[in-house]
């Protein structure tokens, strides 16, 4: 298992993976996920507007991520 | 009796130039109504959890019998532990069982044991087979092998219910029936995140299809094989799997073994899906239930409901009615015939994977979990984590804990059949709930009056004694 602390946007609604109907939580949030890669992304009006990716994270790591705006939003 | 015969050769003519369709396309009207946890009532701290194993009715009668013992367990609430059930997963004959649990409640329990557990399911199967008309109908390509299975659960038991039945009924548990894809030879467990990766509906899919794909074992029943609705120009939606198919295989092997068959299922690559028993995969039902408590792609996602503290306690059932019947072959020089090595290479994968897959959930619950915790650096996931691995309660009801040999070998020795005796009925209604708090071994009583203290509950009266259950099974030998 890793874990990973999403940190900002503040507030803002986390999902992972391209699941857009279950958020992880309100940011900052600490998400527990299985090892590898994983991306995270906030959405307003039905468009990713923030978006960070993590790589290869093995098993046991504790990250702390803030996710970057994504320009333009990304229709989902 | 001449238009009869014409009118029967006219419908064998036409049937054959189509294979049954046994599940829908997903639209955007069925899309709205899903099958899935998050959507049926809110459940409390304590996350119960109950998986059945294959092996026929005696599969089909233990994991009843363990859930009318947790009936007897009672709760501050004035509910049962039953009740409280909120995810039940199964394989093959289990599901028979889990099934109608889901669909009914407690309430089945009767009809269940009246009209299944108790009646002759085989002969209904093998005259099927042996009727002239059922026999021409069979050797078209609209009705297999597995139909008849699919009919007689319908008749029996379930009526041509579909998952949208169990939406409409609003209540826990959570029914994940597994079967296996008998091509890739993973768990195939029917949810609507695995239907939508073949862009087809859950609802629509009728009970009795799901549980006899569950149990639909090789050679003797033919697979249920499912359309991928999906195509490479219109692939399904898989919320994960790309992440994972970016992911090193060094680095979380399962998990990028797990998108790979997801991403043929989505990409629309794969046009069927030939289901097997999912014994085949996973006997025990509790891939799946793995996959959510460990962070799995997954929309149920239990480990951070667990981190968030909306999970406090676990409790973990997990019903193994496996047989060992001696085998005569290891005594003889003789070359096993075709039977018996088709039987045998069957049999010992199945026994393989459960094993396994026993080992890794006991691992998980009893070691992981604290494990989980140790290396969280967040204080508060940390605290809640460490509160979920010391509230768990792993209770296995398996066949092995009994510590008498001839009693074990008498229940190891009943048949796996959709046919057993009033006898071995009986004695299987009394060994579920005589193994959940074995008292005739300390490690699993002192497990039980944890699980007892974790939820604050009491057994109301007494449950069935492993003597009594010995004596009953021993007696129908």
Request: hydrophobic letters at 40%; proline letters at 5%; a neutral charge.
């Amino acid at each position: 298992m890793i874990f990973v602390k999403v940190q900002a946007p503040a507030g803002r609604n986390i999902y992972v993976g391209g699941d857009y109907e279950n958020s992880k939580g309100l940011a900052p949030v600490t998400i527990i996920l299985a090892a590898g890669s994983h991306t995270f992304e906030t959405v307003f009006s039905n468009a990713v507007d923030f978006r960070a990716q993590v790589q290869d994270v093995p098993d046991g790591t504790n990250l702390k991520i803030s996710l970057d705006p994504v320009s333009p939003p990304e229709p989902i | 009796m001449r238009r009869a015969a014409l009118f029967l050769l006219l419908s064998v003519m036409l049937a054959a130039c189509d294979y049954p369709v046994r599940n829908q396309a997903l639209t955007s009207a069925n899309a709205q109504a899903k099958y899935e946890l998050k959507y049926l009532p809110d459940g409390d701290d304590t996350l119960v959890i109950v998986t059945a194993s294959g092996g026929g009715t005696r599969a089909a009668a233990l994991a009843m019998s363990v859930l009318q013992a947790m009936d007897r367990i009672k709760l501050p609430s004035g509910q049962s532990l039953t009740d409280k059930v909120d995810i039940v997963s199964s394989v093959s004959g289990g599901s028979v069982t889990a099934g109608y649990f889901a669909l009914y409640g407690k309430d089945g329990f009767d009809t269940l044991e009246s009209s299944f557990l108790r009646r002759d399911g085989m002969s209904p199967l093998i005259g099927s087979i042996l009727n002239p008309f059922s026999l021409a109908v069979l050797s078209t390509p609209s009705k297999e092998r597995i139909d008849l299975l699919i009919d007689y659960l319908d008749r029996q038991l379930f009526q041509g219910k579909t998952f949208e039945d169990l939406v409409q009924r609003r209540r826990r548990p959570y029914l994940i029936l597994n079967a296996a894809d008998m091509v890739e030879g993973v768990p195939f467990p029917f949810t609507t995140y695995t239907m939508n990766l073949l862009c087809s509906d859950l609802g629509t899919m009728k009970l009795s299809t799901a549980v006899a794909a569950s149990a639909a074992f090789p050679v003797a029943l033919s697979p249920v094989t499912l359309k991928n609705y999906c195509t490479p120009s219109a692939p399904g939606r898989a919320p994960g799997v790309r992440d994972a198919l970016q992911s090193s295989w060094y680095v979380n092997p399962s998990r990028v073994a797990w998108a790979r068959a997801a991403s043929a299922y989505a990409s629309g690559s794969k046009q069927y899906i030939h289901l097997l028993d999912g014994g085949i995969a996973d006997n025990l039902g509790v891939a799946e239930p793995y996959r959510m408590l460990t962070g799995g792609d997954n929309t149920l996602d239990l480990i951070n409901d667990m981190g968030q503290g909306k999970i406090k306690k676990v409790v973990f059932v997990m019903v193994n009615a496996r047989s060992f019947k001696p085998s005569g072959l290891d005594s003889s020089p003789e070359t096993p015939g075709l039977l018996d090595m088709a039987l045998g290479s069957v049999d010992s994968s199945i026994d393989r994977a459960t094993f396994s897959t026993a080992e890794r959930l006991r691992t998980l619950l009893l070691a992981e979990l604290e494990q989980f915790a140790t290396q969280a650096q967040d204080p508060k996931l940390k605290a809640n984590l460490r509160a979920v691995a010391r509230n768990t309660t792993f209770l296995p009801v398996d066949f092995d804990g009994i510590r008498d040999e001839k009693c074990r070998q008498a229940f190891h020795s009943i048949a796996t059949s959709w046919s057993l005796s009033g006898a071995e009925i009986d004695a299987l209604k009394k060994v579920g709930g005589a193994l959940l708090g074995n008292d005739q071994d300390k490690v699993a009583r002192d497990n039980f009056a944890k699980m007892l203290k974790d939820v604050g509950g009491h057994v109301d009266g007494q449950l069935p004694t492993i003597e009594d259950a010995c004596r009953t099974v021993q007696g129908a030998g």
